[in-house]
């Protein structure tokens, strides 16, 4: 295996002391540990607190069948909050040094921002049929402006009125959406952005191109991979095609009842971040771009499908529900987003793909 290899090599330009397609089974460990450890605990533990104390108005029989939406809709607000921090430059948590402390702080503030715009959908929003709505809506802007697009719109700004701006931007514009007859944008996408961005693949084919540009580019990808998706889970009898209940804008259609696709996204949320990040991309990295990329984008979609298929016969001997499962499924992506962008965990220690000349980046590359 190679452990410090010479970049110039292999890049033609020198990345002094970074490793060429490492293998660090030592960080991925750790990584894998704190992600899915953290997971399982709080998601047993917000299970616990959301059957006790309802976010949504269920009563008796109906918290059974309702409380996954509150851990869902919890957490993913949570993670949402988080990123957010982490694209303003953690405002206004930069003047804390300390990682850890900081680290700590954002996460809690998190957590009960995170609380509270869930509830707000009941206080004064749509109720249960808004929270998809809203979580997709929301998540698709914070991806195209900042995950995809760079915070193109305030780069230039200091991070206090990057966080106002984008703050006003995303509120006005869910607004807008969730009240026309778009009603809202799906998060199908997401598991493809999560790979993509991870694997660097999504920077690697859309290199040299100016913001926005880039990001109405990236995000054409992933709406085309949503559709190949659609198309392939319709005819394993995964997909229903008749039209959404949500919106007759998006004729995609939705899920089938028995949630089986519902789960396999959730998973993919939960493993297409965590594992590239954490494993440093190993052994993909030892295949030039665009295949290796493009080969550990197949190799995670397809574990995500394997992985689901094993959680769903642990429903009974493990979960007592579907709806169970459906929560530990997808509070891995909270803290798959979380533990490397807040803590740094498996963004330690820079490393090139085979080919690349700069860490991290593909834009000096023909």
């Known amino acids: 295996m190679t452990s410090r290899t010479d970049a110039k090599s292999l890049s033609g330009q020198t990345a002094p002391g970074v490793e060429v397609a490492p293998f660090r089974p030592a960080e991925a460990a750790q990584g894998f540990a704190w992600i899915y ?25 109906d918290i059974a069948k309702s409380f996954w939406l509150d851990n869902v809709s919890w957490q993913i607000f949570s993670a949402w909050w988080v990123c957010f921090f982490a694209v303003c430059s953690f405002w206004p948590f930069n003047s804390i040094s300390d990682k850890i402390v900081r680290g700590v702080a954002v ?55 990057q966080f ?16 026309s007859a778009i009603k809202w944008v799906p998060a199908w996408w997401f598991p493809f952005l999560l790979v993509g961005l991870a694997t660097s693949t999504l920077p690697y084919l859309t290199r040299g191109l100016a913001q926005p540009g880039r990001a109405v580019v990236m995000i054409s990808i992933l709406f085309a991979c949503v559709a190949l998706c659609v198309q392939i889970s319709s005819a394993a009898g995964f997909w229903d095609v008749t039209a959404s209940p949500i919106s007759a804008f998006w004729t995609m259609g939705h899920p089938t009842p028995d949630n089986f696709w519902l789960l396999c996204f959730m998973t993919a949320t939960s493993i297409n971040y965590a594992l590239p990040i954490i494993t440093h991309n190993w052994p993909f990295t030892k295949i030039a771009m665009p295949w290796g990329g493009l080969l550990a984008i197949v190799f995670y979609l397809v574990l995500d499908v394997v992985v689901a298929s094993l959680l769903v016969k642990l429903v009974g001997p493990v979960f007592s529900s579907m709806e169970e499962l459906l929560t530990y499924a997808y509070m891995g992506v909270n803290w798959s987003l979380t533990i490397p962008l807040v803590f740094g965990i498996g963004l330690q220690h820079p490393y090139l793909w085979t080919g690349q000349k700069t860490p991290g980046d593909w834009d000096d590359v023909a």
Do not use: Q
């Open 164 to 179: 106002l701006v984008h703050l006003l931007l995303f509120t006005g514009l869910t607004y807008v959406i969730t009240h």
């Open 37 to 61: 450890g953290l997971s399982i605990i709080s998601c047993y533990l917000v299970n616990l607190w959301v059957t006790a104390n309802p976010i949504g108005p269920w009563r008796g029989e």
């Open 107 to 161: 996460v809690g503030v998190s957590w009960i921002l995170g609380w509270w715009s869930a509830k707000l959908i009941f206080l004064i929003g749509p109720g249960a049929d808004g929270i998809f709505p809203l979580v997709g809506t929301t998540w698709f802007l914070l991806a195209f402006c900042c995950f995809a697009g760079g915070n193109f719109l305030v780069a230039k700004l200091p991070p206090e009125r």
